[in-house]
Every structure is written in C-alpha cells, then in structure tokens.
C-alpha cells in the first residue's frame, strides 16, 4: 500500500498562474482532507470531503477549490495563484469524519512568485 | 480563542532521558479526541497516539503515553528515553463531536512544538 500519495512535490507558480494538487489514497477512506501549513500557525484545513461526492469548507478556504474525483482522488484548485498562498499542502485520509486517525501524505511545497 | 495550545515553542532533552510535552484543549462537547502527531524534518506527519474522552485510561504507545488530565484540558505528550531520532516538531490536535452524525469534525492544530534531543 502506498498509503496517501500527492503530486508534484514541488512547484513554483507566477501571480496569477493557475494549478491543480492531486492527491489518492488506496486505503479505501470515505473521508479526505487538505491542509496548509506555514510557519509559526501550524496546519490549517483548507476543504475536506466526509465521502464521495460531498465536500465542505475548512478554516482557509478563499482561494481554492476541490473536487472529489472518486473515492480515491481528492484534488486542490489554485485558480490564480497569489503570494499569499506560498505554503506546504498537506493531504490526508480517515476512515470517515469521525475517525480516530487522519493518515496524511508527505506534501506539496508551492511557491508563488 | 485557541482550541489547542502548545506553548513551548522549543524543548530540549537529554538522549536516554524522558520529556513532556504540553498541551491544552478548548471545547464544551463531551465527546473529543486528542491527537499527537510527529513531524521529522523530511516533512511528513506521522500519526503518534490517540486519547478519546471517553476513555479510562492514558493511552501509551511504545515509549509515547499521553497524559491526560481531563478536568484541566491538557494532553500532554510523554516521551519517554529519547532517542535521537525523536528530534522532530510534535503537533498536537483535537477533534470535537466525535458522535455526531452531521457536521463537519475537522482536526484541529496546535502550533507545534520543536523536540531537540542532544547526545
């Protein structure tokens, strides 16, 4: 199992430039997640999705947008990136909403210029 | 306010020696969970240990153990004979209402806090 997967690993983008993280999971997970994390305020949820086909918004939503491709796929929008938005993105899985444990993938580094 | 407060920036331990971590929580649902997770210098988050609210006892793992004082709302992280390898920032997260049938039930972060274990 490879657990929770995300790419690319790195990206630079322009003000303005548009792109899409991707994130799968291959433990058969109803809920997935995103977060962003920079220094100093730890991890904040950006949108998650309890189960296919739903998603909702976290803390930082503005910005972004998600979709839940299937069951496995979980990805993050950047419609026009801003400085602002230079972070780690962090994907991550349970079981459901309510479960104990989120499992979470080894992150995407974005910088925006 | 903060759900979850970590308020040392930075600790430092002695190889072999134990360390506590601090954390308190902030919420009135009865039912809650604590997590502590680790992340190394590579960047990835790796899950530690669980404490539910409605649980009994501490939950240990290996050398990690969670010291759970509910009527304070603190979790603190045990880490007992540190290795080097411990050397990580340490996150610690709550997730209210964890019996709901609806509504969203994100983990919450604390700010973390950053573990160097000298030799």
């Known amino acids: 199992n490879a657990g929770v997967t995300q790419t690319p690993k790195f990206q630079v983008l322009k003000t303005g430039q548009s792109m899409t993280l991707q994130c799968a999971q291959d433990m058969n997970h109803n809920s997935m997640y995103w977060y962003r994390q920079d220094p100093g305020m730890g991890l904040r949820l950006i949108y998650y999705?309890?189960?296919?086909?739903?998603?909702d918004k976290g803390e930082v939503p503005n910005g972004y947008n998600v979709s839940r491709l299937n069951k496995r796929e979980f990805s993050l929008r950047l419609e026009s990136a801003a400085p602002s938005q230079t972070s780690v993105y962090f994907c991550?899985?349970?079981?459901?909403?309510?479960?104990?444990?989120?499992?979470f993938g080894p992150g995407t580094r974005l910088l925006v210029l | 306010a903060q759900k979850i407060t970590q308020t040392q920036p930075g600790m430092f331990v002695q190889e072999k020696e134990a360390v506590t971590l601090d954390c308190t929580y902030d919420t009135s649902d009865p039912s809650y969970g604590l997590f502590w997770y680790k992340q190394p210098s590579s960047g990835e988050m790796i899950f530690l240990i669980y404490?539910?609210?409605?649980?009994?006892q501490n939950a240990t793992e290996g050398r990690y153990s969670l010291n759970f004082q509910k009527a304070r709302k603190s979790a603190n992280l045990v880490i007992s004979a540190s290795q080097l390898g411990d050397s990580a920032m340490y996150f610690c997260?709550?997730?209210?209402?964890?019996?709901?049938?609806?509504?969203?039930?994100?983990?919450?972060f604390g700010k973390g806090t950053r573990l160097s274990v000298i030799a």
């Open positions: 404490q539910g609210s409605y649980d009994q």
């Open positions: 991550a899985s349970s079981v459901d909403d309510k479960g104990e444990t989120q499992y």
């Open positions: 997260a709550m997730r209210e209402a964890l019996f709901r049938n609806s509504g969203n039930t994100p983990l919450v």
């Open positions: 999705s309890a189960s296919e086909g739903t998603t």
